[in-house]
Structures are given as structure tokens and as C-alpha cells.
């Protein structure tokens, strides 16, 4: 049997399905950092990985971190991963997929009896979203030791700080620490994600490799005006939170429109107090920049603000923007893409290169290694919804060529 033939689509299909279950809605996927399911999904995915010869340990950050020695203990190691939480009515593959195949891969190196002149490492994240604390990439910049220990005073929506949260998960907040790596552990970042996009369906590939990882801002925008009888308050007298907000909202997506490859989102919005006979006084919205182009994005993220402010003052409300997330564009390292190619070519497919408009966490882990990615192709390019779907078969070939790369990865010599 050939080497890649031991790695099964099905499998990672039902291990995919298995994970859909850790969920904090019955009616679909929802998994948030530090939660019970995430308990649940991580429980699943160390199991997996001690089945596929791995040690497997949650780190200090709640991230599972499973270890595949190789011919000697202790060796620098190829690090795989991706995230096990999701949006709010996620779909089944977002992160999940690039740590199932990962496993998947080793699975096959131990039923061969490999083992290679470096060690292989999985990691889940437990928070690439940042849905439920705001900022993003909590579980991989405590790996790559760039996390900021401010963030354990930020608290979700029932005001639950990140400090109790890990507390609660069993993780000492004072020890965060203890899950950051030295860069000479890691001889370089892989990760398999599905696109998140419609380029590789549209042109009949079922993998990419992935170029760079578009920069993204965000921001917390509070709006405060005066809450009131929505019987008895003139129009004239109105301070009127939410309808400030309403022109908040267009101006981001009018600023957006006006440019080129640069996205811009108000994704979630909440009006206070939220009664039909009240007039709202305060809002809450969150606002999503990106672009492949770091100048382009900081130079929207600049002028949304001022327009808010503008607004704001015209209205006679006033506003609040905090900024709680940003990470410039990250490049996927040649040398990486190069080896991720040519484990493509030996499938016998195409090899398409293509950057990613999603976050991913190599954003974090660029600061303590190189980092690749291949991307597998979904289904109408449909993310962060239900409906988000890939094929077993893609599911397989996507594990021959994170295998092929894993067995022919070459470090790259450090001068
Ligand atoms: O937001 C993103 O792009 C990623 O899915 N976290
Ligand atoms: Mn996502
Ligand atoms: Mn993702």
C-alpha cells in the first residue's frame, strides 16, 4: 500500500462530524473559547492523537498540544494546527479540518512505523475566532509568546473576565507563560484550512497553496445618546444611539466599497436597552477591516474612525472606539510554499497559489516561525455558516499532500 493511501477522507469526515456535536446550540455549531464543548472537542482530539502515537496534553492556554517524536526524542519539530473554536453557527471544517488532517497524517506515519529527522507537532487552538473575548489569536500568540497578559482583563458577554475563564477551565492565568515556545523548537508553521472562498471550486482544484494572510483590524465602537419615551420625545430632541449607529454602519461600507481588495464588516450590534417603546441610548458594534495592503487597511481603519466621530458629533452622541485586534499581512515563507508545490505536483494536480482574505493563526505564529498553508477547496465557498461543506474525496487529497509535504519536508538551513 502506498504511503499516502493509508491516510482515509472518510475518517477525518467522521471526526469532523464527531466535533460538530461539541456544540453549545442543538440546532448547529457553536464553539467558543474556554467553553464545555471546546472541553469536549479537545477531550475528542487528544484522544485521537495518543490513537495516532502521540503524546497529548492541554497547554496553559487551554490549546491541545499533541507530539509525534521522531528518530530521536526531542528533536526541533514541523508544527501543524489549526483552531477548535467557531463562529456562532459555524460550519463543521473552519479550523477543525487542518487538525484532523494533521492527525490523520501522523495516524499513517505510526501504522508504517515511521519516523522522520524532526519531530511533528499538532496543536487545536482553543480561540482563533476571538468570538467570545474580542481579541483573536489567543491560543496561538501564547504559543508564539507575543500574547499580552492585559488581555486576561477582557471579559465576554456575561462579563466573565478571560483570567476567571481559564481559571474556570482548570489553566493557572498566572501561568500563560508556560505555553510559549522557543522559535529554535519549531523548524516551521503548516497549516491545512478550507479557502473560505470561491477561487479553487471556480476553477476545478481541489487544493491551493496559500501566498499570504490579508491583514485585519478591529474595532469595539460604543455610541451613547440618550435613552427616552419613544411616544413623547420629539424628533428634534432626539440623541438617538441607534440611529447614529445605522449611519455608522454605512459610512464603514460606503468607505469599503471605494477601494480596492479591502473588506469592511460591522458584524455584530447591540442596541440598549432593547425595547420597542424605548428610544435606544446606547450601542454597541464592532467593525472588521481588511486588505492585503497594511498601508490601505490602516488608512481605512483611520478614516471610519473619524467618520463615526463625525457623525457622532453631528447627532450630539458620543462615541467610543477602541481598537481590539490588529495583525498585519502575513507572507506564507517561499521556501515552504516551494515544498507545499511540489507535494501538490506529486498528486498529479495543479498547483495554484492564492492569498487567504481570512485570518488564520500562521498570523500569530510568524513571529516564532516560518509559515505555510494549503488550502482545500469548499463548497461555493461558503464559511462561518451551516452551510459550509467540502467532499471526502477533497478531505483525502488534501491529507496526500499534507503527508507528502510532512515526509518530504526539508528544514530550511538556518545561516
Ligand atoms: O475572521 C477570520 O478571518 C477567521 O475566520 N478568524
Ligand atoms: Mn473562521
Ligand atoms: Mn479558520
Known amino acids: 500500500m502506498s504511503a499516502t493511501a493509508a491516510v482515509s477522507g472518510a475518517r477525518i469526515m467522521a471526526h469532523i462530524e464527531a466535533l460538530a456535536r461539541c456544540s453549545a446550540q442543538p440546532d448547529g455549531l457553536t464553539r467558543e473559547y474556554l467553553s464545555p464543548e471546546l472541553r469536549a472537542a479537545s477531550d475528542l482530539v487528544a484522544g485521537w492523537m495518543r490513537e495516532a502515537g502521540m503524546s497529548a496534553r492541554i497547554d496553559a492556554m ?13 528533536l526541533p519539530c514541523l508544527m501543524l494546527g489549526s483552531h477548535l473554536d467557531t463562529v456562532r453557527d459555524a460550519g463543521k471544517y473552519d479550523g477543525m479540518l487542518g487538525v484532523v488532517t494533521a492527525i490523520e497524517c501522523v495516524r499513517a506515519l505510526a501504522a508504517r512505523g515511521v519516523r522522520l529527522p524532526f519531530a511533528v507537532e499538532v496543536v487545536g487552538f482553543g480561540d482563533e475566532e476571538g468570538v467570545r473575548f474580542g481579541a483573536t489569536l489567543l ?44 522559535r529554535a523548537e519549531i523548524l516551521a508553521y503548516a497549516e491545512l484550512h478550507i479557502e473560505q472562498g470561491p477561487v479553487l471550486e471556480a476553477e476545478n ?25 419613544a411616544g413623547t420625545v420629539p424628533m428634534t430632541l432626539r440623541r438617538d444611539a441607534l440611529a447614529a449607529a445605522a449611519e455608522c454602519v454605512l459610512a464603514v461600507e460606503k468607505r469599503a466599497a471605494n477601494a480596492t481588495e ?50 457622532c458629533a453631528r447627532r450630539g ?43 488564520h493563526d500562521g498570523m500569530a505564529m510568524i513571529d516564532i516561525a516560518d509559515i505555510g498553508m494549503v488550502f482545500v477547496r469548499c463548497k461555493g465557498g461558503i464559511s462561518h455558516h451551516p ?27 538556518t545561516a
Request: glycine residues 12%.
Open 62 to 74: 487551554g490549546n491541545v498540544a499533541g507530539r509525534y517524536e521522531g528518530v530521536a526524542p526531542g
Open 139 to 182: 491560543g496561538s500568540r501564547a504559543v508564539a509568546g507575543t500574547l499580552d497578559p492585559r488581555v486576561l482583563d477582557l471579559a465576554d458577554g456575561d462579563g466573565v473576565t478571560l483570567r476567571d475563564a481559564l481559571g474556570r477551565y482548570g489553566r493557572d492565568p498566572a501561568r500563560i507563560g508556560d505555553a510559549a515556545r522557543a
Open 205 to 229: 482544484l481541489p487544493v491551493g497553496v496559500v501566498t499570504a494572510i490579508n491583514g485585519a483590524t478591529r474595532l469595539a465602537v460604543t455610541i451613547d445618546g440618550m435613552a427616552g419615551h
Open 262 to 311: 479591502l473588506v469592511a464588516t460591522v458584524g455584530r450590534l447591540d442596541a440598549m436597552p432593547g425595547a420597542v417603546n424605548v428610544i435606544p441610548g446606547r450601542v454597541r458594534f464592532t467593525v472588521d477591516i481588511r486588505s492585503p495592503r497594511d498601508a490601505d487597511r490602516v488608512a481605512a481603519a483611520g478614516d471610519v474612525a473619524a467618520a463615526i466621530e463625525a457623525v
Open 317 to 359: 452622541v458620543r462615541a467610543e472606539i477602541a481598537k481590539t485586534h490588529e495583525s498585519g499581512t502575513a507572507p506564507c515563507a517561499p521556501w515552504l510554499m516551494e515544498q507545499l508545490a511540489r507535494a501538490i505536483a506529486a498528486e498529479g494536480l495543479p498547483v495554484r497559489e492564492l492569498p487567504s482574505g481570512a485570518g
Open 387 to 413: 452551510d459550509e461543506s467540502i467532499t471526502a474525496e477533497d478531505a483525502g487529497t488534501g491529507a496526500r499532500v499534507l503527508l507528502r509535504f510532512i515526509e518530504s519536508f526539508q528544514a530550511r538551513r
